[in-house]
């Protein structure tokens, strides 16, 4: 049965059930990104990050004492160790001798090596390995042992991030390069789109389109295009070629396509009577955008601000082509692409990472989240 406001409890139901899907599909994968960057970093290598309230299991290796740490009792030759680190919190449930049987043996079990040498790995990691013989050689034999740890939170991933050399500046950085990569195209794109959208000149349409195209146009292909034009006139002016001035105008220029398509749909929905009663006023097509237009767009404007912030404040690759690696220069983005090592397996890192770039752009969004959804439907609706 349908409700005073002309829709069905079924309906209803649909809507929130959709929201609440998405919701779950943006927010599921965050969560797990944050647990991640507060776990072990041994536990993370291990197992994801949905058991990380249960126990972990994971197959170490270790190496028994060698012949100088031996001592005689009963008759026989024996040494004695441990072989968990230091403070681990583990338990070791069975061993072995070869990488491909790591557990062959149970742990508190005495295995048979052959030649009378028997190993007994307890639960606790320390071992007792006998002998008839004395052990010779400096070289400690190779234990595999699998051990359950329980679950284990820190916040050393977090201080290694935010404390490692360089950290503050490259934040400086990337700050540097993104402001004036945001302000620039948004002021360049709103004279474009007024034009557009209220002037009327020869090949305007043919501009609109070319501007339409340029949206499907991929910046991998375009970027070293970019970069050679821009050193061969930097070469021409002697202007240095990795500086902030280049990056400022890299980003302006992949940026203005979908600026002035989003900013133009918005303005050209303007009611056409405000403009109309302006220049009969006398008002100039300068004071028109700059009292009445802009003014009326600013939806639109935190918008498309939004969106070229997080692109600019996320980059890597034209940061890694326009801009140099030195301290003074490197963006927050390399610096932390730096700290994974050259095999990026430092997965500890990756999350924790994730979260410390997040921090700006979440301020810059819920500081603008008002104005979000309503300049997203920019032009949708025509003014009355």
């Keep these: 049965m349908a409700g005073a406001s002309g829709k069905s ?34 536990q993370i290598v291990v197992s994801g990050w949905w058991t990380a309230l249960a126990t972990s299991s994971q197959t170490s290796a270790g190496r028994l004492g060698t012949a100088k740490d031996q001592a005689q009792k009963d008759g026989k030759y024996i040494i004695t160790g441990n072989l968990l680190a230091a403070g681990d919190a583990g338990t070791v449930t069975s061993f072995g001798t070869r990488s491909q049987e790591p557990g062959k043996y149970q742990a508190g079990a005495p295995a048979d090596l052959g030649d009378g040498v028997t190993l007994q790995v307890n639960a606790d990691g320390s071992y007792l390995l006998s002998s008839p013989k004395a052990f010779e050689g400096d070289r400690g034999q190779r234990v595999y042992f699998e051990a359950s740890a329980p679950p284990k ?5 977090y201080r290694n991030v935010l404390f490692s050399e360089g950290i503050g ?11 004036p990569a945001t302000i620039i195209p948004i002021l360049i794109a709103a004279f474009a789109a007024y034009a557009l959208a209220w002037m009327r000149f020869p090949g305007r349409a043919l501009l609109i389109a070319v501007i339409i ?3 499907v146009v991929p910046l991998q292909m375009s970027l070293i295009p970019l970069l050679k034009l821009y050193n061969g006139v930097g070469l021409f002016f002697g202007v240095p070629s990795k500086t902030y001035l280049g990056i400022w105008l890299a980003h302006t220029g992949f940026g203005l396509p979908f600026a002035i398509y989003l900013l133009r749909s918005y303005i050209a ?4 009577e405000i403009m109309e009663s302006a220049r009969i006023d006398g008002a100039s097509d300068f004071e028109i955008f700059v009292k009445i237009v802009l003014p009326l767009s600013f939806p639109v404007l935190a918008s498309f601000a939004i969106f070229q912030f997080l ?3 996320n980059d890597l690759l034209v940061a890694m082509v326009f801009l140099g690696t030195d301290a003074d220069q490197i963006v927050l983005t390399a ?26 752009p979440l301020f810059v969004f819920f500081s603008l989240q008002r104005y979000f959804v309503r300049g997203l439907l920019a032009g949708s609706v025509k003014g009355g």
Excluded: Q, Y
């Design 9 to 42: 409890f079924i309906g209803r139901f649909g809507v929130h059930l959709a929201v609440l899907f998405f919701v779950a599909l943006w927010t599921v994968p965050t969560l797990g990104i944050l647990i991640s960057s507060l776990r072990d970093k041994d």
């Design 153 to 157: 939170f820190t916040t050393d991933n």
């Design 169 to 179: 500046r490259s934040f400086l950085n990337s700050l540097t390069v993104t402001i």
């Design 213 to 215: 195209g340029l949206l």
């Design 269 to 272: 929905g303007l009611p056409r």
């Design 311 to 313: 692109w600019v404040w």
């Design 335 to 360: 610096k932390l692409n730096a700290l994974l090592g050259s095999r990026g397996g430092n997965w500890e890192i990756l999350t924790t990472s994730a979260f410390v770039t997040i921090i700006v």
